[in-house]
């Protein structure tokens, strides 16, 4: 079965950093696209940043750009997300993200608080 463990996520100060890490399991990992996305309480669940398998071909969200960098390690099946200068609007649950065919699979999602 298809498994996705999230981790990496904690309290920071602002302009800090952190980097999150996904772990897959039950797929061919190197095969497929992955995301991240986050979601604040009260507010949508937002698409953060993508990663294709054939060529690592990197896309993000312009909010994200210049901050944010998405990565991953085919021979670990772990995608990453490395957050710098780091926001208090950047609290959320970040969850990472398979689609295998038509069927979309969500990790359990790692919190991320940014405060003083």
């Known amino acids: 079965q298809v498994q996705l463990v999230a981790s990496g996520g904690g309290l920071v100060q602002p302009g800090g950093s952190l980097r999150l890490s996904c772990v897959a399991s039950g797929f061919t990992f190197s095969r497929n696209t992955m995301m991240w996305y986050r979601q604040a309480p009260g507010k949508e669940r937002e698409l953060v940043a993508s990663?294709?398998?054939?060529?690592?071909?990197?896309n993000y969200v312009d909010s994200m750009k210049g901050r944010f960098t998405i990565s991953r390690d085919n021979a670990k099946n772990t995608v990453y997300l490395q957050m710098n200068s780091l926001k208090p609007e950047d609290t959320a649950v970040y969850y990472c993200?398979?689609?295998?065919?038509?069927?979309?699979?969500w990790g359990q999602g790692t919190q991320v608080t940014v405060s003083s």
């Open positions: 990663i294709t398998n054939v060529g690592g071909t990197t």
């Open positions: 993200k398979v689609a295998i065919f038509s069927r979309q699979y």
